[in-house]
């Protein structure tokens, strides 16, 4: 698939701020629109510089230029003439393209353009203009061929650190920390002042759901309050970044950046079953305060530094691969290169933007339009990843998993299932059972009304059953002995399941048969299909049969008609069937076989080890590739060959270290913390400040290109990039500096001044009001409610492989149906959590370092209708309501759901609400009327919003 | 009722409207303004709100049929003479990349007999009998063009433009681009939708606003009788009846009002509130939308609600027509996932047709009655066809070189087929529709530029159609 810029971006680009010698802006639409398009798309197959198909090569503009230098494009004042349209009209001898005959539109767009003159860019962009210092209207397309100018260098991501000094201010209480002094000499400039201190008990809900995405609880409330010491709120900081909590609410921030999810996501969403080991990894970094250079370097080459005993990774560096390793991937895709490249796209795409805040993808089929970033760029980065398996087989095979055991511990606890599984493969080469089931179930299921009314005409009419059966019309003849254990089963009056057929008159009881055996037939195809996705799980995956899951059984409860037919076994269902029934059908030697065998399996299944070896979703290292670059990103078109190297831009200030290893990750990772690469020291500490302020110092956390936000204080970005890596790229002592600022500790007030001066509040004139996530939503329930549970890490999904097309288990798991913290919950792509999806959580497939908040209507009936929040809402009415008095109630439910006591009015009109609820409705008893004050609460603008 | 607002707070809401009117319209710098243009300003800044579309639009929703697996052209809507010559000789031209390389074999003709119907006299096979009745309504496209061989990449493709990225669906264009007239619905729904095969990316509004999102009406695994109970997640309150939630509602706002004094200069704070009142109506009326019940028999009839065969799809056809009367924009009806018949095409073919056949002409001919058909473009198509060639003897593989849909109503061409397949049904001949091109059309008989119709993100500006889509006129009425 290639992938194009659209229409638009190339109508903005004539408008842009740039010249071309002797072409008008217009001239370059239209050949941008008209041309370029059709001879990237429909021509430079084999019109190339390369192949030069008929001597002519569409594929560089020096080819376009030089093709119109030789005619082939005839004369501006008779179009029809040209060579070119004489070909796309199918008049003539040549006819192109050979695909088939272009649209009327399109040819027409391109007689317009010849008409025109046929302009064309040429190699002639003048020098570039000059770079504006941090506009964003001074973006200007690069020089094509990747050439990277003195402009480029200096942009202002791409440049050295500054280490600006704090600037000198006047208000002394402003003066003690760096930032602020940062802070308030730009707003200064502004003529604004920052907003007051916040109060004490805004400031700990505030600090609490940042650094642990949970409320505070009544009794920090109270210790914070009763805490006069000028260090108060430093000893809450630091109580909150040693809780394990801050792990699972900051390590949710890198996995949104890292698109993590627990399945392939593209065509049959495969589990990824070890997804949740990379996810607690995650976790454990952020609350080990792991330095940020040696997170990067085991995400990106953990394995390679786990070889290596001295580095003392071990195994974590290992499951910290997942990160590359869990991206979207297409297992039924049949075109296998692009199946592998799309697999490194994805890796370059998050790599690029979670690290080095850029966007290098684009340039997988051209050079990059606004950043200096060329294919060859892209294929230097690729060049890294192809010589990486994502793969066992690198195009083919499951995507890898790698046991966290010795290899001769893993090796026999794989031979010793393989044993069992080649058995299980043996019987089923005699006797498929479930596939035999099936087969059986096609045939019965045809039969079953007629089974029905026939053993009506028995039990009922007391017809004889020979006859009964001899004369029924049926697609299948009736058994006698089966019509019996109808005749058995149907005449029970008292089985739930056959209230339908009892109640049925002789009017309608062939339809209500036909229902029946629709019934079965729609049950029986759910459950064989079932089965067959967990036999091919089963039987898909090393040592499968100990992490596949238990087979799928019938529902009772959900299907009672067929249970009770096909599936019981006592009281036997009509069209029961045994292990044994099924074996006799077969000749007796062939029975022998098989029963032979059976033993010899489950003594197979008996020896085998049954601890389960820890295994973890990995990259490992492969072949070394020889890369070259794919001309628009065809991989049949061979370019250039390339190093396994970083982006050339970026090692204008750090050069690249040698190859060693086969696929260069090591080298990529040490060059990315390398002290003098300036960009991801800056992208990750502006993560960090948008995780306290909602919005970074840079408002596009994953772009810092030209397209990209411009920072709204460079000088502190840098300011803070610098501190960041002199504090040995430690995040918690980030957190520290950032929290303990008057900055951070600013009310969220503000008048129409400063609404009409700082609109956006880019110049952080107030604390930034900002909406909880749906993970904080539904913590903050679940721990109002008194419910949460805290335990960490794990998986909640055992299973593995596939779920059956139509099977509820391909949505992710209802948020509703656990108490556990809601990072916890696996993600299955295709089908995220309604109730994430609500909220704004995002994708889980491509990198996201910001979410965008919206407000909706259907979120609104999360909050007034969901289940989860009518108990949680119900569980503090119970907690309340062990008060005696009714204000201290209302003022235990305030402080559980907004943190704070309620002033008189709201008392008043709290107790006032819960009398008339009582008053006006029979049924509302006190607990009902207490639920339903709680519930308004917890559904308050003020719950979900924190200053 | 007390009132607790005026207990909790000592400003009524009238006055606060009028204030909040006044301080945004200073806020924005255009001196004092009125409510009503006021609520106009509000207008253009909710995505949701209706829109005129670029130039005069022919249709003014969408019902899109989807039959999930991949129903096979060559023995629905394209009959192929060629083949019923040659069957179980070679194919003799090269074959594509195909899914089940290595098991197709021979040519194979069609099992079914094609009959011509209609005053257009249309072949269609006797898989569709009912459908056939409706021929003259139909404009059969039978020179579709993808480029998904496996289905997840095809149903991506079909819906989303796109299987390499995840990209907003077509109903979210489609709402993005129109707005919607009702309220107290969602703009977007899909009825039983396939959880496989890219699931919910097949109606996500990927980044576009979440509220262009497809609402899923349950799932292709779910009974219709469990959808029934809440057709929309959180739909239904069960703690509460309306009188008694409409009470705790105003005491929801009461809070909201008094927090809102705290913080005058936060408009996003009205919008929550508001978006709670929005919730409590929708709660009624999409309930009221839902039940099918009160329709009369001969409706029932008509949709084939009284046979366990055709309930299901029934069902899934006449809600669509309500929704399209509730002016519900994009609506979406799934046969999943039946249609992939690698093998034993005749017999599976058959009952998935017969599942679907008398709905789908019950809903045609129910639009055309109500005067909806006009105004109304339905769709039907699978996310590709079938290869002329068999797979193991009686089945066929996928085939996204050249397959057939049909649509009706909502100015196309009735009663005409569009574009054909090569002599084999293997690739598209004449007039080729690429789903850029399909999507191109759709969005142009609903009045929409695809050209225009854009959206920024991540710096550039996007589109259904990336940088390729071609309207073909010809199907236009």
Request: charged share 25%; aromatic share 10%; proline share 6%.
């Amino acid at each position: 698939m290639r992938s194009f810029l659209p229409l638009t971006y190339f109508a903005f680009l004539a408008v842009g701020a740039f010249s071309v010698r002797g072409q008008t802006p217009a001239q370059l639409e239209i050949f941008e629109k008209n041309a370029r398009p059709i001879f990237s798309d429909k021509c430079q197959g084999c019109h190339n510089a390369k192949l030069k198909s008929g001597g002519l090569d569409l594929g560089s503009l020096a080819g376009i230029k030089q093709a119109a230098t030789e005619g082939f494009f005839g004369n501006a004042s008779e179009p029809e003439k040209s060579l070119l349209l004489e070909a796309l009209s199918y008049t003539g001898r040549v006819k192109m393209p050979p695909q088939g005959k272009l649209p009327a539109e399109t040819i027409a767009g391109l007689r317009d353009w010849v008409a025109a003159g046929a302009p064309s860019l040429a190699a002639s962009i003048e020098k570039p203009a000059p770079e504006g210092p941090e506009s964003a209207t001074s973006v200007r397309p690069v020089a094509l061929r990747g050439i990277i100018t003195e402009g480029d260098k200096k942009f202002w991501s791409f440049r050295p650190l500054a280490h600006p000094v704090p600037p000198h201010v006047s208000r002394t209480d402003w003066a003690e920390n760096p930032i602020d002094r940062f802070i308030l000499a730009n707003l200064a400039k502004s003529g604004i002042e920052p907003a007051p201190p916040a109060g004490k008990t805004t400031l700990l809900r505030r600090a609490t759901f940042d650094l642990t995405g949970l409320p505070p609880s009544e009794k920090e409330i109270q210790n914070f309050l009763a805490d006069n010491s000028p260090h108060a709120f430093e000893t809450v900081v630091d109580r909150l970044l040693a809780s394990p909590r801050y792990g699972e609410r900051w390590g949710r921030h890198w996995l949104d950046v890292m698109r993590y999810a627990d399945s392939t996501g593209s065509d049959e969403d495969h589990r990824y079953p070890h997804a949740w080991r990379y996810r607690d990894y995650v976790v454990q970094s952020f609350n080990d305060d792991m330095p940020y250079n040696q997170f990067v370097r085991e995400q990106l080459a953990g394995d390679i530094l786990a070889a290596d005993q001295k580095s003392g990774v071990g195994y974590r560096g290992i499951v910290a691969t997942g990160f590359l390793a869990l991206g979207k991937k297409a297992l039924a895709q049949k075109d296998l290169p692009l199946k592998r490249y799309d697999v490194v796209d994805d890796q370059i795409d998050v790599t690029a933007k979670a690290f080095l805040g850029l966007t290098v993808t684009c340039a997988r089929c051209h050079d990059h339009k606004f950043d200096p970033i060329a294919t060859k760029d892209y294929y230097s980065m690729a060049a890294i990843f192809a010589s990486t398996l994502s793969y066992e087989k690198g195009e083919t095979g499951d995507p890898i998993q790698t046991p966290l055991a010795p290899a001769a511990e893993y090796a026999a606890f794989e031979k010793a299932w393989s044993d069992v599984l080649n058995l299980d493969k043996k019987i089923a080469d005699v006797i498929d059972f479930d596939k035999q089931a099936t087969k059986d179930r096609a045939i019965q299921e045809k039969s079953i009304s007629a089974y029905m009314l026939a053993a009506y005409r028995v039990y009922a009419a007391g017809e004889p059953a020979a006859q009964v059966a001899a004369d029924t019309k049926a697609d299948t003849k009736l058994d006698e002995r089966k019509l019996a254990s109808w005749v058995d089963y149907l005449k029970v009056k008292t089985r739930p399941e056959l209230a339908k057929w009892h109640a049925a008159g002789a009017a309608d009881r062939a339809k209500v048969a036909d229902n029946y055996q629709q019934e079965f037939h729609r049950a029986a195809y759910q459950y064989d299909q079932d089965v067959s996705w967990w036999r091919q799980a089963y039987r898909s995956f090393p040592a499968a049969g100990k992490v596949a899951g238990a087979r799928p059984v019938v529902s009772q409860e959900k299907e009672p008609f067929f249970y009770a037919v096909a599936a019981s076994e006592s009281p036997r269902g009509p069209f029961y069937q045994s292990e044994d029934d099924q074996l006799n059908t077969l000749s007796p030697e062939k029975a022998a076989e098989v029963r032979a065998l059976i033993v010899q399996r489950n003594e197979a299944e008996r020896l085998a080890p049954k601890r389960e070896i820890a295994m973890a979703c990995t990259v490992k290292e492969g072949p070394t590739m020889d890369q070259k670059v794919f001309l628009r990103g065809d991989y049949h078109n061979l370019g250039d060959p390339v190093q396994r190297t970083a982006p050339s831009i970026l090692r204008v200030n750090a050069p690249s270290p040698e190859v060693k290893t086969n696929s260069g990750r090591l080298e990529l990772a040490d060059w990315i913390v390398d002290l003098r690469n300036p960009i991801p020291s800056r992208v990750m500490a502006n993560r960090i400040w948008q995780g306290h302020f909602g919005e970074g110092i840079v408002r596009t956390p994953d772009n810092f290109g030209k397209l990209g936000d411009r920072p709204s204080n460079p000088e502190l970005l840098d300011f803070l990039a610098t501190q960041f890596m002199e504090n040995g790229w430690s995040i918690k002592k980030m957190h520290r500096l950032i929290m303990l600022s008057k900055t951070y500790r600013m009310s969220a007030e503000y008048d129409l001044d400063k609404k009409t001066k700082d609109p956006e509040n880019r110049l952080l004139s107030r604390f930034p009001r900002q909406r909880l996530s749906i993970e904080e939503i539904r913590d903050a329930y679940l721990a109002i409610g008194g419910n949460l549970d805290l335990a960490m890490g794990g998986t909640l999904d055992p299973g593995v492989g596939t779920d059956g097309e139509t099977s509820a288990s391909r949505i992710s798991m209802n948020p509703e149906s656990t108490n556990r913290r809601s990072i916890y919950l696996p993600l299955r792509r295709s089908n995220l959590p309604t109730l994430y999806m609500l909220f704004d959580f995002g994708d889980a497939t491509s990198p996201e370092g910001k979410r965008n908040p919206t407000t909706v209507a259907t979120q609104a009936l999360f909050v007034m209708n969901s289940p989860l929040v009518d108990r949680e809402a119900k569980s503090l009415a119970d907690r309340v309501l062990r008060n005696k008095k009714d204000s201290r109630r209302i003022e235990e439910a305030y402080v559980s759901v907004l943190d704070r006591r309620p002033d008189p009015n709201e008392i008043d009109a709290g107790l006032t609400y819960i009398q008339s609820m009582r008053r006006k409705w029979k049924g509302v008893d006190e607990e009902k009327a207490w639920q339903s004050f709680c519930h308004a609460l917890m559904a308050s603008n003020e719950f979900i919003y924190v200053y | 009722m007390m009132d607790i607002n005026s207990l909790i707070t000592k400003a009524p809401k009238a006055s606060q409207l009028s204030r909040r009117a006044m301080l945004r319209a200073a806020g924005c710098g255009f001196g004092f303004m009125g409510l009503g243009s006021m609520l106009a300003q509000a207008a253009e800044i909710d995505p949701l709100a209706p829109k005129s579309p670029a130039f005069p639009a022919k249709a003014k929703r969408v019902i899109f049929l989807f039959m999930h697996g991949g129903p096979s052209s060559i023995d629905t809507f394209d009959p192929k003479p060629y083949l019923i010559a040659n069957d179980g000789k070679p194919l003799p031209i090269k074959q594509p990349l195909t899914f089940a390389a290595g098991k197709t074999g021979a040519l194979m003709k069609s099992p079914w007999e094609f009959k011509q119907s209609g005053q257009c006299g249309l072949p269609v096979s006797d898989l569709f009998p009912h459908v056939r009745e409706c021929i003259d309504d139909l404009c059969v496209v039978r020179s579709m063009v993808g480029e998904g061989v496996d289905h997840g990449a095809a149903l991506l493709q079909t819906f989303t433009g796109t299987f390499t990225f995840t990209r907003p669906s077509i109903g979210s264009w489609v709402l993005y681009g129109l707005g919607t007239e009702n309220r107290n619905l969602p703009g977007y729904i899909t009825i039983k939708p396939a959880l496989s095969h890219g699931g919910a990316k097949n109606w996500s509004s990927g980044f576009l606003p979440g509220s262009v999102q497809g609402t899923a009406i349950g799932h292709a695994g779910m009974q219709v009788a469990d959808i029934k109970k809440e057709p929309i997640e959180y739909l239904i309150n069960r703690g509460l009846d309306r009188e008694q939630q409409r009470y705790e509602l105003d005491m929801i706002q009461a809070i909201n009002r008094k927090h809102h004094e705290l913080w005058k200069q936060d408009d996003e704070l009205e919008t929550r509130i508001q978006s709670f009142e929005m919730a409590f109506r929708m709660q009624a009326e999409a309930q009221k939308v839902f039940d099918v019940s009160k329709e009369s028999d001969a409706t029932k009839e008509l949709y084939g609600l009284n046979d366990p065969k055709t309930a299901d799809f029934g069902w899934q056809c006449l809600l669509a027509r309500r929704l399209a009367e509730n002016d519900v924009r994009f609506i979406q009806c799934t046969h999943s996932y039946k249609w992939d018949q690698h093998s034993d095409l005749f017999a599976k073919h058959n009952e998935n047709a017969a599942e679907v056949d008398k709905p789908i002409a019950g809903l045609l001919k129910d639009l055309k009655a109500r005067g909806l058909l006009n105004d109304t473009l339905v769709i039907w198509s699978g996310e590709f066809g079938r290869t002329p060639v068999s797979e193991g003897g009686n089945g066929r593989d996928h085939n996204p070189y050249g397959y057939s849909m049909w649509m009706a109503g909502g100015g196309v061409k009735p009663g005409t087929a569009y574009g054909s397949t090569d002599e084999f049904g293997y690739h598209a001949a004449e007039n080729r529709m690429h789903i850029h091109d399909f999507h191109a059309t759709v969005l142009a008989l609903l009045g929409l530029d695809h050209e225009k119709l854009t959206y920024k993100y991540s710096g550039r500006d996007f589109r259904l159609t990336d940088v390729a889509g071609n309207v073909h006129k010809g199907v236009f009425a």
